[in-house]
């Protein structure tokens, strides 16, 4: 082939694989919705990770489940990976590594990691989530990130969201009341303009975990529960009075979820409510800067910049009045 014509190949071939890098993008994202599903009332870890898979003989489960619920997602992938090497034929620890890579994956994107150089670690996480699907066919949690795949990945590359309804519906039948399927369901109808729905799908994860003290894990789901209800009402519905109590929840109880308090200082700003939004917004810019989420840092400057504010001082009005 003439040079001339390797050269346009090429060009055509690094396109190709660009669209495709984002194409399966948001299935990387959007893994973080798995987590592992907890019984009528949550029991001990073992019990809610997987209930007829073996223990951790090396207390990998239980160091990993400690990581990963204090939000130290590097140290859970490290010690998930020392349990599948340990023990390659249980399907839990598969789920588990790929559970603690997506919340790792997305906490890098957060801190400005491009999506394209993460897609080897989505992919890697699709794999996971098949392989604990060949040892256990029926198992939940695997099952319920095959739904999540499916849900986001484009077509051509295997996804389906006919088939991630049946999915997600089978899983509701066996588990009802799950609080991380209701969640991950949700996300899916938002997604085809069912929004009310979806709503309530959420809406029903909260009011679970009024019934049932939430463990860690649920803990981590429930921040971003209320931030998509609060969202969802205000996005789709401009109910502020709705949305307010949900995002402020959010923003208040879980410091890493500084996007709740943006949108609440975007709220105020349509509102006319200045000097709530300016502490709003001040208070994402803190929150952001001390979990490294770029992406909310910069939306929070630039809003304070709009009102001559310094993104760095402390905040200048009770968010709540």
């Known amino acids: 082939m003439p040079e001339r014509g390797q050269r346009l190949l090429g060009k055509r071939m690094y396109k190709q694989l660009f669209f495709c890098c984002i194409l399966l993008a948001p299935v990387l994202v959007y893994s973080a ?32 489940y400690e990581a990963y619920c204090s939000r130290d997602f590097d140290s859970a992938v490290k010690t998930f990976e020392s349990w599948t090497a340990a023990e390659p034929r249980n399907p839990t620890a598969c789920v588990w590594l790929a559970k ?21 670690e989505g992919r890697h996480m699709h794999e996971l989530y098949e392989k604990a699907l060949e040892l256990d066919s029926n198992h939940y949690q695997a099952r319920l990130g095959k ?32 609080p991380y399927v209701l969640h991950a369901y949700a996300i899916l109808l938002e997604q085809e303009n069912k929004v ?74 349509e509102r006319g409510e200045n000097a709530v ?25 630039r809003a304070l910049k709009k009102y001559k504010v310094n993104p760095g001082q402390p905040e200048m009005a009770d968010a709540k009045k």
Not at 34 to 62: F, R
Request: charged share 30%.
């Open 33 to 64: 919705d798995l987590a592992s599903p907890p019984a009528a009332q949550i029991q001990s870890v073992s019990d809610a990770t997987d209930t007829n898979a073996p223990d951790s003989e090396d207390g990998y489960e239980q160091r990993g």
């Open 100 to 120: 603690a890579l997506a919340y790792q994956s997305a906490s890098k994107i957060r801190g400005g990691k491009s999506r394209i150089s993460m897609i080897g």
């Open 147 to 178: 739904a999540i795949y499916l849900r986001m990945a484009p077509a051509a590359f295997g996804g389906s969201k006919k088939e991630a309804h049946e999915i997600f519906e089978q899983l509701l039948k066996e588990q009802p009341d799950n």
């Open 196 to 269: 009310d729905e979806a709503i309530s799908r959420i809406q029903r994860v909260i009011a679970f975990s009024r019934k049932h003290e939430p463990d860690p894990e649920l803990r981590l789901k429930l921040a971003e529960c209320y931030y998509h209800v609060g969202r969802m009402l205000w996005e789709y519905h401009k109910d502020a009075v709705s949305a307010r109590p949900y995002l402020e929840k959010a923003a208040t109880d879980w410091d890493f979820m500084p996007e709740a308090a943006a949108l609440l200082g975007d709220i105020a700003r």
């Open 277 to 301: 939004a300016i502490a709003w917004y001040s208070r994402a810019y803190k929150n952001a800067e001390q979990n490294n989420d770029e992406r909310t840092l910069k939306v929070a400057e």
